[in-house]
């Protein structure tokens, strides 16, 4: 028997659609799916212990022979609502800003952000576990995924890092696509990307299955996260890893 594709993922509400349309396809029959944070899956990919996984892009130059293989991954249009600075003062009186150690696409994203839009100098402090309850004063934080999703009344600022990227370059935000940086077949690439595109059929059976009373899911999922990666979330992605190599 052949043995299965590794392919890594993370636990968030963003994925849920993907992983339910993958989890309820005979796709799995080929795979074994791998949950870590954002931030490690680059680190997995490059040594060899998964074959693919939902990458944060900004790991993409990173690793040699990185492809993205599939139409599907988290992406939007404005509003993410979950990828996010959290202030308790307006942005001209920050100081510091607390880098959200599960992320890496959206720690570049607000610091590329803070400089070139925000033309803001700050002192970057990567966070620790419990980093959110140092956000007071002159101290932001960038808050990311689910615990971004919690935090949105308990702050008086919010400033969304993709409706920020949509205001200073016109273009929509590629968070995650999954990338492979080893050939794979090309029918299990087809049979993976229709059960990617399954799983957003299914969003009421994904909603019951994830009780969350901090935000509508249902906004979230049809609203703030686009999953397609169509030609204008390519050309934002492309925009985004030209910046980042500056």
């Known amino acids: 028997m052949a043995s299965r594709i590794k392919v890594a993922a993370v636990s968030y509400?963003?994925?849920?659609?993907?992983?339910?349309?993958?989890?309820?396809?005979?796709?799995?029959?080929?795979?074994?799916?791998?949950?870590?944070?954002?931030?490690?899956?680059?680190?997995?990919?490059?040594?060899?212990?998964?074959d693919m996984a939902l990458l944060p892009v900004a790991a993409i130059p990173d690793i040699p022979g990185a492809n993205i293989v599939s139409d599907y991954g988290i992406a939007a249009d404005g509003n993410v609502v979950s990828v996010a600075i959290f202030s308790q003062v307006p942005m001209e009186e920050i100081e510091?800003?607390?880098?959200?150690?599960?992320?890496?696409?959206?720690?570049?994203?607000?610091?590329?952000?803070?400089e070139k839009h925000?033309?803001?100098?700050?002192v970057f402090k990567q966070a620790t576990e419990h980093y959110i309850d140092y956000i007071n004063g002159v101290n932001a934080g960038v808050i990311i995924g689910d615990r971004a999703l919690k935090q949105l009344h308990n702050?008086?600022?919010?400033?969304?890092?993709?409706?920020?990227?949509?205001?200073?370059?016109?273009?929509?935000?590629?968070?995650?696509?999954?990338?492979?940086?080893?050939?794979?077949?090309?029918?299990?690439?087809?049979?993976?990307?229709?059960a990617n595109a399954e799983g957003l059929k299914h969003l009421d059976a994904v909603i019951a299955e994830n009780e969350f009373p901090y935000y509508d899911l249902?906004?979230?999922?049809?609203?703030?996260?686009?999953?397609?990666?169509d030609a204008a979330k390519r050309e934002g992605l492309a925009k985004f890893l030209e910046l980042i190599k500056e």
């Open 155 to 194: 702050f008086n600022y919010f400033y969304d890092l993709s409706a920020v990227w949509k205001e200073y370059t016109g273009l929509d935000f590629v968070f995650a696509a999954w990338v492979a940086n080893k050939e794979l077949p090309e029918d299990f690439k087809v049979r993976f990307n229709e």
């Open 218 to 229: 249902r906004t979230y999922y049809t609203e703030n996260i686009c999953f397609y990666l």
């Open 96 to 114: 510091t800003v607390y880098l959200d150690y599960q992320s890496r696409t959206s720690v570049r994203l607000a610091q590329l952000l803070l």
């Open 13 to 50: 509400l963003n994925t849920k659609p993907l992983l339910y349309g993958i989890g309820h396809s005979a796709v799995m029959n080929e795979i074994e799916i791998v949950v870590d944070y954002p931030s490690m899956l680059a680190k997995r990919l490059q040594e060899g212990s998964i």
């Open 118 to 122: 925000w033309k803001k100098k700050v």
